[in-house]
């Protein structure tokens, strides 16, 4: 039997729009943002049940603070994906 995972809500969050969580990247990544950033993380905000939790104990969850950790560890991943260290 497979253990449930957390699954986020818009309700998790003080507030919640997809508009607002890109702008909010836009803002934080500043001149690192890509148009892939964007995207990957439009789908992630149209699909909330998908989105992890981050460890955020704190509810409601400030969205501002998600976005920012939400694409510091998308970026910390993508620089280190496998295919960039091994060459």
């Not at 803002?27 to 993380?41: C, H, I, P, Q, R």
Request: aromatic share 10%.
């Amino acid at each position: 039997m497979q253990a449930k995972k957390a699954c986020m809500t818009e309700e998790q969050f003080d507030v919640f729009s997809v508009e607002t969580g890109i702008e909010h990247g836009k803002d934080y990544l500043g001149e690192v943002w890509s148009k892939a950033v964007e995207t990957v993380l439009s789908v992630a905000l149209n699909n909330p049940d998908r989105l992890p939790t981050l460890s955020f104990i704190v509810r409601p969850i400030p969205f501002r603070e998600y976005i920012e950790k939400w694409v510091t560890s998308y970026q910390k991943g993508h620089q280190n994906r496998p295919s960039r260290i091994n060459g």
